[in-house]
Protein backbone atom coordinates (compact mmCIF):
# COMPACT_ATOMS: atom_id res chain seq x y z
CA UNK A 1 0.00 0.00 0.00
CA UNK A 2 1.24 3.76 -0.42
CA UNK A 3 1.91 6.04 1.85
CA UNK A 4 -0.77 6.82 4.38
CA UNK A 5 -2.35 10.42 3.78
CA UNK A 6 -4.06 12.40 6.71
CA UNK A 7 -5.63 15.30 4.89
CA UNK A 8 -9.17 14.17 3.65
CA UNK A 9 -8.65 10.60 5.41
CA UNK A 10 -11.88 8.83 5.74
CA UNK A 11 -12.47 5.96 7.73
CA UNK A 12 -12.33 3.35 4.93
CA UNK A 13 -8.66 4.92 4.16
CA UNK A 14 -7.61 4.45 7.80
CA UNK A 15 -8.76 1.01 8.12
CA UNK A 16 -7.17 -0.18 4.91
CA UNK A 17 -3.84 1.34 6.10
CA UNK A 18 -4.26 -0.40 9.55
CA UNK A 19 -5.07 -3.94 7.92
CA UNK A 20 -2.06 -2.95 5.46
CA UNK A 21 0.22 -2.76 8.21
CA UNK A 22 1.27 0.95 6.31
CA UNK A 23 -0.33 2.86 9.71
CA UNK A 24 -1.34 2.01 13.66
CA UNK A 25 -3.79 3.42 15.66
CA UNK A 26 -1.06 5.22 17.87
CA UNK A 27 0.72 7.08 14.92
CA UNK A 28 -2.61 8.31 13.64
CA UNK A 29 -3.13 9.83 16.95
CA UNK A 30 0.23 11.69 16.77
CA UNK A 31 -0.35 12.59 13.37
CA UNK A 32 -3.65 14.67 14.55
CA UNK A 33 -2.03 15.61 18.01
CA UNK A 34 0.96 17.25 15.58
CA UNK A 35 -1.41 19.18 13.50
CA UNK A 36 -3.53 20.12 16.04
CA UNK A 37 -0.34 21.81 17.54
CA UNK A 38 0.74 23.13 14.16
CA UNK A 39 -2.55 24.48 13.24
CA UNK A 40 -4.76 24.74 15.98
CA UNK A 41 -2.40 26.10 18.60
CA UNK A 42 0.06 27.73 16.41
CA UNK A 43 0.31 28.99 12.98
CA UNK A 44 -3.76 29.94 12.21
CA UNK A 45 -4.55 29.16 15.55
CA UNK A 46 -8.11 28.05 14.57
CA UNK A 47 -8.76 27.82 18.48
CA UNK A 48 -11.56 24.96 17.68
CA UNK A 49 -9.66 22.36 20.02
CA UNK A 50 -10.69 23.22 23.90
CA UNK A 51 -9.36 19.59 25.55
CA UNK A 52 -7.28 16.90 24.82
CA UNK A 53 -8.29 13.80 25.73
CA UNK A 54 -4.94 12.48 28.33
CA UNK A 55 -5.61 9.21 27.68
CA UNK A 56 -6.01 9.01 24.24
CA UNK A 57 -1.94 7.64 23.11
CA UNK A 58 -2.88 4.84 26.11
CA UNK A 59 -5.88 4.15 24.10
CA UNK A 60 -4.83 4.16 21.05
CA UNK A 61 -1.68 1.74 22.46
CA UNK A 62 -4.22 -0.61 23.99
CA UNK A 63 -6.35 -0.61 20.43
CA UNK A 64 -3.33 -1.59 18.52
CA UNK A 65 -2.47 -4.32 20.99
CA UNK A 66 -5.68 -5.51 20.70
CA UNK A 67 -5.22 -5.88 16.75
CA UNK A 68 -2.10 -7.21 17.05
CA UNK A 69 -3.30 -10.52 19.41
CA UNK A 70 -6.27 -11.48 17.57
CA UNK A 71 -5.85 -9.65 13.88
CA UNK A 72 -9.58 -8.04 14.18
CA UNK A 73 -10.82 -5.16 14.71
CA UNK A 74 -12.96 -4.23 18.23
CA UNK A 75 -15.58 -3.20 16.47
CA UNK A 76 -16.34 -0.87 13.32
CA UNK A 77 -15.10 2.30 13.95
CA UNK A 78 -11.82 0.67 15.09
CA UNK A 79 -9.28 3.40 15.62
CA UNK A 80 -11.63 6.41 14.60
CA UNK A 81 -10.33 9.45 16.57
CA UNK A 82 -13.06 11.96 17.37
CA UNK A 83 -13.23 15.48 17.93
CA UNK A 84 -16.50 15.75 20.10
CA UNK A 85 -18.12 18.95 21.19
CA UNK A 86 -17.87 20.17 24.39
CA UNK A 87 -21.30 19.97 25.21
CA UNK A 88 -21.47 15.84 25.68
CA UNK A 89 -19.87 14.59 28.70
CA UNK A 90 -16.49 12.85 28.50
CA UNK A 91 -15.43 10.47 31.41
CA UNK A 92 -11.23 11.73 32.81
CA UNK A 93 -12.03 14.46 30.08
CA UNK A 94 -13.14 18.21 31.23
CA UNK A 95 -16.27 19.06 29.87
CA UNK A 96 -16.92 22.70 30.36
CA UNK A 97 -19.94 23.06 27.94
CA UNK A 98 -18.55 26.11 26.51
CA UNK A 99 -18.50 28.28 29.83
CA UNK A 100 -15.74 29.43 31.64
CA UNK A 101 -17.76 29.45 34.81
CA UNK A 102 -17.92 25.22 34.79
CA UNK A 103 -13.78 25.48 34.22
CA UNK A 104 -12.36 22.32 35.73
CA UNK A 105 -15.52 19.68 35.66
CA UNK A 106 -14.41 16.46 34.58
CA UNK A 107 -17.74 14.17 34.57
CA UNK A 108 -17.24 10.41 35.98
CA UNK A 109 -18.75 8.67 33.08
CA UNK A 110 -19.37 8.97 29.67
CA UNK A 111 -22.56 10.26 27.73
CA UNK A 112 -24.28 7.16 26.57
CA UNK A 113 -23.80 7.97 22.67
CA UNK A 114 -19.94 8.57 23.74
CA UNK A 115 -19.71 4.88 25.46
CA UNK A 116 -21.54 3.25 22.46
CA UNK A 117 -18.85 5.13 20.22
CA UNK A 118 -16.23 3.70 22.12
CA UNK A 119 -17.31 -0.06 22.25
CA UNK A 120 -17.68 0.32 18.28
CA UNK A 121 -13.84 1.07 19.07
CA UNK A 122 -13.77 5.00 18.27
CA UNK A 123 -11.24 7.04 20.83
CA UNK A 124 -12.12 10.49 21.70
CA UNK A 125 -8.96 12.57 20.55
CA UNK A 126 -10.22 16.12 22.00
CA UNK A 127 -12.98 17.98 22.63
CA UNK A 128 -14.29 21.40 20.84
CA UNK A 129 -15.20 25.10 21.57
CA UNK A 130 -18.71 25.85 21.05
CA UNK A 131 -20.35 28.94 22.88
CA UNK A 132 -21.67 28.86 25.79
CA UNK A 133 -24.44 26.19 26.41
CA UNK A 134 -24.93 25.97 22.81
CA UNK A 135 -26.55 29.79 22.72
CA UNK A 136 -25.23 31.05 19.47
CA UNK A 137 -25.01 30.68 15.80
CA UNK A 138 -21.73 32.01 15.88
CA UNK A 139 -18.22 30.89 17.41
CA UNK A 140 -17.47 32.97 20.63
CA UNK A 141 -16.89 31.22 23.93
CA UNK A 142 -16.34 32.69 27.36
CA UNK A 143 -14.41 29.26 27.67
CA UNK A 144 -12.14 29.53 24.94
CA UNK A 145 -12.93 32.33 22.88
CA UNK A 146 -13.37 33.08 19.53
CA UNK A 147 -13.15 30.11 16.64
CA UNK A 148 -11.88 31.14 13.27
CA UNK A 149 -12.88 29.75 9.75
CA UNK A 150 -10.35 27.60 8.21
CA UNK A 151 -11.75 28.76 4.79
CA UNK A 152 -11.40 32.57 5.38
CA UNK A 153 -9.59 33.66 9.21
CA UNK A 154 -11.58 37.03 9.17
CA UNK A 155 -15.12 35.25 8.90
CA UNK A 156 -17.06 32.82 11.61
CA UNK A 157 -16.62 29.53 12.05
CA UNK A 158 -20.64 28.89 12.53
CA UNK A 159 -22.26 27.54 16.20
CA UNK A 160 -22.85 25.69 18.71
CA UNK A 161 -21.04 22.98 17.04
CA UNK A 162 -18.25 25.64 16.27
CA UNK A 163 -15.26 23.84 17.23
CA UNK A 164 -16.14 20.08 15.69
CA UNK A 165 -16.97 22.06 12.42
CA UNK A 166 -13.88 23.93 11.99
CA UNK A 167 -11.78 20.81 13.51
CA UNK A 168 -12.87 18.64 10.67
CA UNK A 169 -12.87 20.73 7.74
CA UNK A 170 -9.17 21.60 8.61
CA UNK A 171 -8.45 17.85 9.06
CA UNK A 172 -7.53 17.57 12.88
CA UNK A 173 -9.89 14.65 13.52
CA UNK A 174 -10.87 11.76 11.52
CA UNK A 175 -14.82 12.68 12.08
CA UNK A 176 -16.63 14.49 14.68
CA UNK A 177 -19.54 14.88 16.98
CA UNK A 178 -21.93 18.03 16.99
CA UNK A 179 -25.42 18.46 18.41
CA UNK A 180 -28.31 20.37 16.79
CA UNK A 181 -31.18 21.94 18.49
CA UNK A 182 -32.00 24.72 15.77
CA UNK A 183 -28.80 23.93 13.54
CA UNK A 184 -25.93 23.65 15.57
CA UNK A 185 -24.61 20.79 13.26
CA UNK A 186 -26.14 21.96 9.89
CA UNK A 187 -25.46 25.64 10.33
CA UNK A 188 -21.43 25.21 11.01
CA UNK A 189 -21.24 22.18 8.50
CA UNK A 190 -22.58 24.90 5.51
CA UNK A 191 -19.58 27.22 6.51
CA UNK A 192 -17.10 24.57 6.76
CA UNK A 193 -17.98 22.68 3.64
CA UNK A 194 -18.86 19.21 5.45
CA UNK A 195 -21.92 16.64 5.79
CA UNK A 196 -23.96 17.80 8.77
CA UNK A 197 -26.46 15.06 10.10
CA UNK A 198 -29.61 16.29 12.04
CA UNK A 199 -31.81 12.82 12.82
CA UNK A 200 -35.32 12.32 14.29
CA UNK A 201 -35.02 13.41 17.75
CA UNK A 202 -35.03 10.17 19.90
CA UNK A 203 -32.82 8.17 17.80
CA UNK A 204 -29.96 8.97 19.38
CA UNK A 205 -29.39 9.19 23.58
CA UNK A 206 -29.49 12.83 24.92
CA UNK A 207 -28.30 11.34 28.35
CA UNK A 208 -25.04 13.28 29.14
CA UNK A 209 -25.40 16.21 26.62
CA UNK A 210 -26.51 19.65 28.04
CA UNK A 211 -29.82 20.50 26.66
CA UNK A 212 -31.51 23.84 25.11
CA UNK A 213 -34.89 22.94 24.16
CA UNK A 214 -34.77 19.28 25.57
CA UNK A 215 -37.19 17.70 23.17
CA UNK A 216 -35.97 19.32 20.49
CA UNK A 217 -32.06 18.24 21.04
CA UNK A 218 -30.21 15.61 19.17
CA UNK A 219 -26.68 14.58 18.78
CA UNK A 220 -25.24 14.33 15.57
CA UNK A 221 -22.47 12.97 12.84
CA UNK A 222 -20.53 16.14 10.78
CA UNK A 223 -18.06 14.70 8.44
CA UNK A 224 -16.48 15.35 5.44
CA UNK A 225 -18.15 12.77 3.56
CA UNK A 226 -21.60 11.23 3.63
CA UNK A 227 -20.13 7.39 4.36
CA UNK A 228 -18.03 8.40 7.34
CA UNK A 229 -21.44 10.14 8.67
CA UNK A 230 -23.67 7.44 7.98
CA UNK A 231 -21.20 5.05 9.63
CA UNK A 232 -21.04 7.12 12.49
CA UNK A 233 -24.65 7.05 13.40
CA UNK A 234 -24.70 3.85 12.98
CA UNK A 235 -22.84 3.29 16.15
CA UNK A 236 -24.86 6.06 18.00
CA UNK A 237 -28.70 5.67 17.42
CA UNK A 238 -30.44 2.96 19.73
CA UNK A 239 -33.11 2.61 23.16
CA UNK A 240 -31.37 3.93 26.23
CA UNK A 241 -33.36 3.48 29.55
CA UNK A 242 -31.77 6.60 30.55
CA UNK A 243 -33.51 8.67 28.00
CA UNK A 244 -37.10 8.27 27.56
CA UNK A 245 -37.05 9.95 24.01
CA UNK A 246 -34.95 7.27 22.96
CA UNK A 247 -38.26 5.10 22.57
CA UNK A 248 -38.47 6.42 19.29
CA UNK A 249 -35.92 4.40 18.17
CA UNK A 250 -38.27 1.62 19.15
CA UNK A 251 -40.72 3.35 17.16
CA UNK A 252 -38.81 4.05 13.89
CA UNK A 253 -37.59 -0.04 13.89
CA UNK A 254 -34.28 0.84 12.47
CA UNK A 255 -32.02 -2.09 11.61
CA UNK A 256 -28.63 -2.86 9.87
CA UNK A 257 -26.61 0.21 8.72
CA UNK A 258 -27.21 3.69 7.19
CA UNK A 259 -24.01 2.97 5.23
CA UNK A 260 -25.75 -0.12 3.43
CA UNK A 261 -28.55 2.38 1.55
CA UNK A 262 -25.40 4.76 -0.07
CA UNK A 263 -26.36 4.52 -3.80
CA UNK A 264 -24.69 7.07 -6.35
CA UNK A 265 -28.10 6.66 -8.61
CA UNK A 266 -29.94 6.98 -5.38
CA UNK A 267 -31.58 10.09 -6.82
CA UNK A 268 -32.74 8.80 -10.25
CA UNK A 269 -36.53 9.39 -10.29
CA UNK A 270 -37.15 11.08 -6.77
CA UNK A 271 -39.30 13.86 -6.56
CA UNK A 272 -37.41 17.13 -5.06
CA UNK A 273 -39.35 20.16 -3.56
CA UNK A 274 -37.62 23.22 -4.11
CA UNK A 275 -38.80 26.13 -1.52
CA UNK A 276 -37.73 29.09 -2.95
CA UNK A 277 -39.42 31.34 -0.61
CA UNK A 278 -36.27 29.72 1.77
CA UNK A 279 -33.69 31.60 -0.90
CA UNK A 280 -32.79 35.02 0.52
CA UNK A 281 -33.39 37.69 -1.71
CA UNK A 282 -31.01 38.06 -4.92
CA UNK A 283 -30.89 42.20 -4.27
CA UNK A 284 -28.84 41.30 -1.02
CA UNK A 285 -25.47 40.24 -2.27
CA UNK A 286 -24.88 38.46 0.56
CA UNK A 287 -27.95 36.27 -0.52
CA UNK A 288 -26.96 36.31 -4.10
CA UNK A 289 -23.98 34.12 -3.82
CA UNK A 290 -25.40 31.80 -1.76
CA UNK A 291 -28.38 31.56 -4.27
CA UNK A 292 -26.24 31.21 -7.21
CA UNK A 293 -24.52 28.47 -5.55
CA UNK A 294 -27.32 26.64 -4.43
CA UNK A 295 -28.88 27.03 -8.09
CA UNK A 296 -26.17 25.60 -9.61
CA UNK A 297 -26.46 22.20 -6.87
CA UNK A 298 -29.56 22.02 -7.98
CA UNK A 299 -28.51 21.50 -12.18
CA UNK A 300 -26.34 18.58 -10.21
CA UNK A 301 -29.46 17.41 -8.13
CA UNK A 302 -31.21 17.24 -11.45
CA UNK A 303 -28.43 15.75 -13.60
CA UNK A 304 -28.32 12.96 -11.50
CA UNK A 305 -31.43 12.23 -11.89
CA UNK A 306 -33.74 14.20 -9.48
CA UNK A 307 -36.86 15.45 -10.63
CA UNK A 308 -37.42 19.13 -9.09
CA UNK A 309 -41.09 20.01 -7.95
CA UNK A 310 -41.40 23.70 -6.75
CA UNK A 311 -43.36 23.54 -3.48
CA UNK A 312 -44.54 25.94 -0.84
CA UNK A 313 -44.99 26.51 2.88
CA UNK A 314 -47.83 29.18 3.50
CA UNK A 315 -46.97 31.57 6.21
CA UNK A 316 -43.63 29.86 6.50
CA UNK A 317 -41.82 32.70 9.18
CA UNK A 318 -44.97 33.33 11.04
CA UNK A 319 -45.00 28.91 11.30
CA UNK A 320 -41.59 29.41 12.52
CA UNK A 321 -41.45 31.72 15.12
CA UNK A 322 -45.05 30.48 16.30
CA UNK A 323 -43.52 26.96 16.99
CA UNK A 324 -40.05 28.56 18.80
CA UNK A 325 -39.59 27.58 22.62
CA UNK A 326 -36.09 28.44 23.25
CA UNK A 327 -36.88 31.68 24.97
CA UNK A 328 -39.45 29.62 26.86
CA UNK A 329 -37.85 26.77 27.25
CA UNK A 330 -33.82 26.71 27.72
CA UNK A 331 -33.90 28.44 31.43
CA UNK A 332 -35.87 25.45 33.30
CA UNK A 333 -34.09 22.75 31.28
CA UNK A 334 -30.68 23.76 31.90
CA UNK A 335 -30.99 24.56 35.21
CA UNK A 336 -32.48 21.30 35.78
CA UNK A 337 -29.35 19.51 34.11
CA UNK A 338 -27.08 22.09 36.34
CA UNK A 339 -28.63 21.04 39.17
CA UNK A 340 -28.43 17.40 38.83
CA UNK A 341 -24.77 17.73 38.98
CA UNK A 342 -23.33 18.33 42.25
CA UNK A 343 -19.57 18.37 41.26
CA UNK A 344 -19.99 21.69 38.98
CA UNK A 345 -18.38 24.52 40.00
CA UNK A 346 -22.36 27.20 39.18
CA UNK A 347 -25.62 25.08 39.56
CA UNK A 348 -27.74 27.14 37.98
CA UNK A 349 -27.77 30.14 35.46
CA UNK A 350 -28.84 32.72 37.76
CA UNK A 351 -25.27 32.10 39.52
CA UNK A 352 -23.29 31.95 36.22
CA UNK A 353 -24.93 35.32 35.76
CA UNK A 354 -24.61 36.92 39.00
CA UNK A 355 -20.95 36.17 38.54
CA UNK A 356 -20.91 37.63 35.54
CA UNK A 357 -19.44 34.03 33.90
CA UNK A 358 -20.51 34.19 30.06
CA UNK A 359 -19.70 35.57 26.79
CA UNK A 360 -20.98 39.01 26.09
CA UNK A 361 -21.71 39.15 22.27
CA UNK A 362 -24.43 36.18 23.57
CA UNK A 363 -27.57 37.38 22.70
CA UNK A 364 -29.22 34.71 23.15
CA UNK A 365 -28.21 33.23 26.36
CA UNK A 366 -28.88 36.41 27.45
CA UNK A 367 -32.95 36.25 26.78
CA UNK A 368 -32.71 33.04 28.41
CA UNK A 369 -31.46 34.52 31.73
CA UNK A 370 -35.14 36.23 31.77
CA UNK A 371 -36.79 33.36 30.21
CA UNK A 372 -39.81 31.86 32.63
CA UNK A 373 -38.47 30.11 35.29
CA UNK A 374 -40.80 27.25 34.24
CA UNK A 375 -41.89 26.85 30.55
CA UNK A 376 -45.75 26.94 32.21
CA UNK A 377 -45.03 30.31 33.26
CA UNK A 378 -45.51 31.56 30.01
CA UNK A 379 -49.11 32.10 28.76
CA UNK A 380 -48.45 31.38 24.96
CA UNK A 381 -46.50 28.28 26.27
CA UNK A 382 -49.23 25.78 25.48
CA UNK A 383 -50.15 26.99 21.95
CA UNK A 384 -46.71 27.06 20.58
CA UNK A 385 -46.54 23.52 21.60
CA UNK A 386 -49.62 22.60 19.77
CA UNK A 387 -48.68 24.67 17.09
CA UNK A 388 -45.32 22.29 16.50
CA UNK A 389 -47.64 19.28 15.91
CA UNK A 390 -49.77 21.40 13.54
CA UNK A 391 -46.77 22.75 11.56
CA UNK A 392 -45.11 19.28 10.96
CA UNK A 393 -48.28 17.59 9.93
CA UNK A 394 -48.67 21.06 7.79
CA UNK A 395 -45.38 20.19 6.10
CA UNK A 396 -45.60 16.74 5.78
CA UNK A 397 -48.55 17.09 3.94
CA UNK A 398 -47.54 19.65 1.67
CA UNK A 399 -44.74 16.91 0.95
CA UNK A 400 -47.16 13.89 0.25
CA UNK A 401 -49.70 16.70 -2.15
CA UNK A 402 -46.81 17.08 -4.06
CA UNK A 403 -45.11 13.76 -4.02
CA UNK A 404 -41.78 14.39 -3.22
CA UNK A 405 -39.52 12.70 -0.68
CA UNK A 406 -37.20 15.43 0.01
CA UNK A 407 -37.21 19.37 0.46
CA UNK A 408 -34.23 20.92 -0.69
CA UNK A 409 -33.05 24.82 -0.10
CA UNK A 410 -30.15 26.81 1.15
CA UNK A 411 -28.96 25.60 4.76
CA UNK A 412 -28.28 29.32 5.22
CA UNK A 413 -29.33 32.14 3.48
CA UNK A 414 -26.02 34.19 3.84
CA UNK A 415 -22.62 33.32 3.43
CA UNK A 416 -20.44 32.62 7.36
CA UNK A 417 -20.66 36.18 8.39
CA UNK A 418 -17.17 38.40 9.41
CA UNK A 419 -15.80 38.29 13.15
CA UNK A 420 -15.70 41.77 13.25
CA UNK A 421 -20.10 42.07 12.49
CA UNK A 422 -20.42 39.60 15.09
CA UNK A 423 -18.51 41.10 17.66
CA UNK A 424 -19.92 45.13 16.60
CA UNK A 425 -23.54 42.96 17.09
CA UNK A 426 -24.32 43.65 13.65
CA UNK A 427 -25.23 40.38 13.20
CA UNK A 428 -26.47 38.62 16.20
CA UNK A 429 -28.25 34.72 16.80
CA UNK A 430 -31.91 36.22 17.10
CA UNK A 431 -32.05 37.66 13.57
CA UNK A 432 -29.52 35.34 11.93
CA UNK A 433 -31.35 34.12 8.33
CA UNK A 434 -31.37 30.06 8.92
CA UNK A 435 -33.22 27.92 7.56
CA UNK A 436 -32.25 25.25 10.00
CA UNK A 437 -34.90 25.59 11.77
CA UNK A 438 -37.93 24.26 9.26
CA UNK A 439 -36.53 20.90 10.15
CA UNK A 440 -35.77 21.39 13.96
CA UNK A 441 -38.76 22.76 14.44
CA UNK A 442 -40.90 20.32 12.41
CA UNK A 443 -38.80 17.19 14.36
CA UNK A 444 -37.62 16.17 10.75
CA UNK A 445 -34.38 14.81 9.86
CA UNK A 446 -32.47 16.64 7.70
CA UNK A 447 -28.77 16.77 6.16
CA UNK A 448 -26.27 19.34 5.18
CA UNK A 449 -24.34 18.93 2.31
CA UNK A 450 -21.70 20.92 0.55
CA UNK A 451 -23.25 22.56 -1.97
CA UNK A 452 -19.83 24.77 -3.63
CA UNK A 453 -18.52 28.17 -2.58
CA UNK A 454 -19.10 32.23 -2.96
CA UNK A 455 -16.69 33.84 -5.33
CA UNK A 456 -15.12 34.88 -2.75
CA UNK A 457 -14.34 31.40 -1.48
CA UNK A 458 -16.77 30.67 1.46
CA UNK A 459 -18.34 27.50 1.67
CA UNK A 460 -21.98 27.40 0.81
CA UNK A 461 -24.34 24.30 2.37
CA UNK A 462 -27.79 23.03 0.90
CA UNK A 463 -29.79 21.23 3.20
CA UNK A 464 -31.93 18.14 2.29
CA UNK A 465 -35.21 17.55 4.36
CA UNK A 466 -36.81 13.74 4.72
CA UNK A 467 -40.21 12.36 6.13
CA UNK A 468 -39.57 11.75 10.19
CA UNK A 469 -38.06 8.51 10.55
CA UNK A 470 -36.62 8.12 6.91
CA UNK A 471 -32.60 8.57 8.24
CA UNK A 472 -31.97 6.35 5.41
CA UNK A 473 -33.44 8.75 1.98
CA UNK A 474 -30.94 11.22 3.87
CA UNK A 475 -27.97 8.80 3.28
CA UNK A 476 -29.33 7.54 -0.25
CA UNK A 477 -30.13 11.10 -1.65
CA UNK A 478 -27.05 12.64 0.05
CA UNK A 479 -24.56 10.36 -1.35
CA UNK A 480 -25.95 10.50 -4.71
CA UNK A 481 -25.48 13.73 -4.74
CA UNK A 482 -22.31 13.79 -3.32
CA UNK A 483 -20.74 11.71 -5.88
CA UNK A 484 -22.53 13.45 -8.89
CA UNK A 485 -20.87 17.23 -7.46
CA UNK A 486 -17.66 16.31 -5.20
CA UNK A 487 -17.94 20.25 -3.79
CA UNK A 488 -15.78 18.96 -0.69
CA UNK A 489 -12.55 20.74 -0.88
CA UNK A 490 -10.00 21.05 2.00
CA UNK A 491 -9.51 24.55 3.24
CA UNK A 492 -5.76 26.00 2.58
CA UNK A 493 -4.70 26.50 5.96
Given at each position: ???????????????????????????????????????????????????????????A??????????????????????????????????????????????????????????????????????????????????????????????????????????????N?????I???T??S????????N?????????????????????????????????????????????????????V??????????????????????V????????????????????????????E??????????????????????????????????????????????????????????????????????????????????????????????????????????????????????????????????????????????????????????????????????????????????????????????????
Amino acid sequence: MSEFILEEATIDSVHRALKSGALTVEQLVEMYLSRIEQIDRNGPRLNSIVSINPRVRDEAHALDREFARTGRFVGPLHGVPLLVKDQIETAGIQTTFGSIAQKGYVPARDATAIAQLKRAGALVLAKTTMPDFATSWFGFSSMSGETLNPYDLAHDSGGSSSGTAAGIAANLGLVGIGEDTGGSIRLPASFNNLVGVRVTPGLISRDGMSPLVVFQDTAGPMARTVTDAAMLLDSMVGYDPRDEDTVVHRIAGHTGSYADHLDAGGLNGVRVGVLRQAFGSDSDPACSMVNAAVRRSLEQLQAAGAILVEVEIPALMEQILETSLYLTHSRADLNAFLAERPALPYRSLEAIREAKQFHPVLDLLQSVFDGPKHPEDDPDYFRKLAARDRFQRAVVKIMADADVQALCYPAVQVPPPKKDDVRAGRTNTLTFPTNTLIASQTWMPSICLPAGFTEAGLPVGMELVVYPYHERDLFRFGYAFEQASQHRKAPNV
